[in-house]
């Protein structure tokens, strides 16, 4: 009995120990007790650098380092198919929740309460401003690129997407200067399409991976949220990207005189260029499609802007322009804004005439804007659709003669 009651003794004294020293090492860390043991079990959680391809269940926290100890090594990352990445392009993309509630102030403004339901929406959620990212591909911006082709697209149009893949934006490297192509994406509008909508997109970047997907519906008044999540993408992923072309996916673009064109061009001119819009005044009649209420905008006369069908700007004003954006309320025309960011740097666009927004004349059934001759002069001519575009493609591409060359480079 002795014997037992003495092993008893020790028994109580090892468990007392052990719990002092539990106890000890919490009140050192300052953490609760279930957060002790979380600590024990994190080496399995997954590293927080984003994914190829995120889905909504599992977009990973930045938090998930919380828990690491100065000494603790990070996990060795897996090498990169082409060049390795910047240290900076470590960083990832730091929204992945949307914890997004309207603001109520408006509703207690009389001229709000005039307002078009539209723009009541949009200004309920203005301060909304960045959005988890469904689909990443920070690897498009490894190593040196020279021109990245960004165009803007919706979930549903899957046809022009395919046809800008098989004529202007074909990745590629000529004489050493490597070309990338990638997609904007919001989630598709309508909620009982959106499931089946988002499986086709998740297939559609597993062949091609060029696809880059925020949570947000894609909508008109949304594209100002495309460009500012594509701006601040581009300031974490892409620190040596020279050039970028974005636009609209139903443009005709010519990366060879988009090439030419820039061949005298150096980084860090401010450089921005397209089919410049200046003195134009905000639209008042509310059938337009671009009408603005005085509310929202009461000066007579927009700054300078580019047309969002496609324009160019430097690498390095790129992330200036992120900088710019993130002091100025967001606009609801998104070319406009972008002129907005531009008048902040105190930076003026500057027009060209190889860029066609608006068509190579503004008669839309003029013979002219269906003349390839004028096509295989310009850089960037809206609007056509898929089969226009894979025609005047291959119309532009063959053995076209043509009486006089257009010198507009």
């Not at 539990?22 to 590293?47: D, H, S």
Request: net charge positive.
């Amino acid at each position: 009995m002795a014997i037992f009651r003495w092993k008893k003794t020790i028994y109580k004294t090892v468990c007392l120990s052990f719990l002092l020293v539990i106890t000890v090492t919490v009140l050192q860390r300052g953490m609760a007790p279930n957060q002790f043991m979380q600590g024990q079990q994190q080496k399995e959680l997954p590293p927080s650098e984003p994914l190829k391809s995120e889905k909504r269940d599992n977009t990973f926290s930045i938090s998930s380092t919380f828990w690491k100890t100065k000494k603790e090594k990070a996990p060795v990352k897996a090498p990169v198919k082409e060049e390795s990445v910047t240290a900076k392009q470590t960083k990832s993309w730091d929204v992945t929740t949307t914890n997004c509630s309207a603001n109520q102030n408006f509703s207690k403004v009389d001229w709000f309460k005039g307002l078009e339901p539209n723009f009541q929406q949009f200004l309920l959620y203005r301060h909304c401003r960045y959005f988890p990212m469904l689909i990443n591909h920070p690897e498009k911006c490894s190593g040196d690129v020279y021109l990245l082709i960004v165009v803007k697209s919706i979930i549903t149009q899957h046809d022009r997407r395919e046809a800008i893949r098989r004529t202007w934006g074909q990745e590629k490297e000529v004489e050493g200067k490597r070309i990338r192509t990638l997609f904007l994406l919001g989630t598709a509008s309508k909620e009982e399409e959106r499931a089946n909508y988002q499986k086709l997109l998740d297939y559609e970047n597993h062949i091609y991976g060029d696809i880059l997907q925020w949570d947000f519906l894609d909508s008109f008044f949304n594209l100002t949220l495309k460009e500012v999540h594509f701006l601040k993408w581009l300031d974490i992923y892409c620190d040596n990207v020279q050039f970028i072309f974005k636009g609209d996916d139903d443009v005709f673009v010519s990366p060879s005189n988009i090439l030419e064109f820039l061949e005298d061009k150096k980084e860090g001119e401010d450089l921005f260029v397209g089919d410049v819009l200046y003195k134009a005044r905000p639209i008042r009649k509310k059938e337009n499609k671009y009408y603005i209420p005085s509310a929202l905008y009461n000066k007579n006369i927009y700054p300078p802007y580019a047309g969002g069908g496609g324009f160019i700007m430097d690498g390095a004003l790129a992330k200036r322009l992120h900088k710019a954006s993130e002091t100025l309320e967001l606009y609801p025309i998104d070319d406009v804004f972008l002129g907005m960011c531009l008048e902040v740097l105190k930076v003026s666009p500057v027009g060209h005439e190889g860029f066609k927004t608006f068509g190579i004349v503004k008669n839309k059934n003029s013979k002219m804007n269906k003349e390839p001759c004028f096509y295989r002069s310009m850089l960037v001519v809206h609007k056509l659709l898929p089969p226009e575009l894979l025609q005047m493609w291959d119309l532009v591409h063959s053995n076209l003669t043509c009486s006089r060359k257009l010198n507009v480079l």
